[in-house]
């Protein structure tokens, strides 16, 4: 167990590393939370900054935030992250971890699945504010995402898959520029 958790912060945190790199190398920005983003058990509490400004109520938002109601998006968060806990609690028995390993071994879990688990995020986002779009205008979606887009401090794709819950603007933008 204990080399197996070795490892696993090992891939962390080469992983955190080449993002931030990359990062740098797209937007030539230095960020200074950067480091503390590579510190193992640290970085599930440094915060993204999202935007420079706080986004402004409208139609668009409204409706995205009643899409998220409907669909009970909130609801089905929470069954996966009970789902998790859940989880994590049967192997801390299961394999009789001690204390120790069990932090470090739900860190890496929360590393690896929070992946898929934002790309979920990201669907229902997506879908949500497709439906802002139906209910609105593809115009007046098209001017509120590149709002945000202006608003919003740039990220890959990749380093949003792994720090942030909403896709980025430019993602937004373009899946609901396809609808018909
Ligand atoms: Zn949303």
Known sequence: MF?????????????RLFIEI???KIFSRYNPLAWARLIPIVNDFVPI??????????PFVRFHEEAHS???????????????ALSML???????????NFVI????MLFYLQIPYHWYLWQQEISADTYAQK?????????ELENLLKQEIPYSSLFALFYREHP???LRLSATQKIK
Do not use: D, G, Q
């Open 70 to 84: 409907k669909n009970k998006h909130n609801l089905k968060r929470l069954f996966i992250k009970t789902l998790f």
């Open 3 to 15: 080399y197996f958790l070795i490892i696993s912060l090992a891939i962390e945190f080469s992983f």
């Open 22 to 24: 990359r990062e740098i």
């Open 90 to 100: 049967y192997c801390f028995i299961y394999f009789k971890m001690n204390l120790w």
């Open 49 to 58: 900054p999202e935007t420079r400004e706080p986004i402004s109520e409208s």
């Open 105 to 108: 071994f739900f860190h890496s």
């Open 168 to 170: 980025p603007a430019r």
């Open 135 to 143: 209910k609105t205008s593809k115009n007046k979606a098209k001017k």
